[in-house]
């Protein structure tokens, strides 16, 4: 059997509540399931603390940090702090994966990484692509 790396992916929210729920489902049934999902509420006022910390119970692959209002990038250091994964996905809390998001973008990051390490092992260098 082979064992697939470990995804984090990194949730900041903010008052989110008329979205995460569809947010939430979209990452959690990913065809890909070697997930860790880290969801950072930023201080909200609204009812995305308690969306999240229903989400937590559901799935034990849930990470929720409750911290105050910071902005996006205490949120992503909040998450940073405790995420162990491979491979990092930022998802906004507004957005949602269509469902094999990750398994698509695993499988294509391996294949960009065979690619590479041949390409640095051989010492190979293409000269028919333009420089941008």
């Not at 979209?26 to 969801?39: C, K, M, R, W």
């Not at 094999?100 to 260098?125: H, P």
Request: glycine share 6%; net charge negative.
């Amino acid at each position: 059997m082979i064992i697939k790396s470990k995804v984090s992916i990194i949730v900041p929210v903010y008052n989110s509540e008329l979205y995460l729920t569809k947010c939430l489902n979209s990452v959690i049934s990913q065809t890909f399931s070697n997930l860790e999902i880290i969801l950072v509420n930023d201080g909200s006022t609204d009812s995305s603390p308690k969306i999240i910390n229903e989400d937590v119970i559901k799935d034990d692959r849930i990470v929720a940090i409750h911290k105050e209002n910071g902005g996006i990038g205490s949120a992503y250091k909040a998450a940073f702090e405790v995420m162990f994964g491979d491979y990092i996905l930022f998802v906004d809390s507004d957005n949602w994966l269509e469902l094999d998001a990750i398994e698509n973008g695993y499988e294509a990051l391996k294949n960009i990484c065979k690619t590479l390490s041949l390409v640095l092992k051989g010492q190979y260098c293409r000269t028919d692509v333009p420089r941008v």
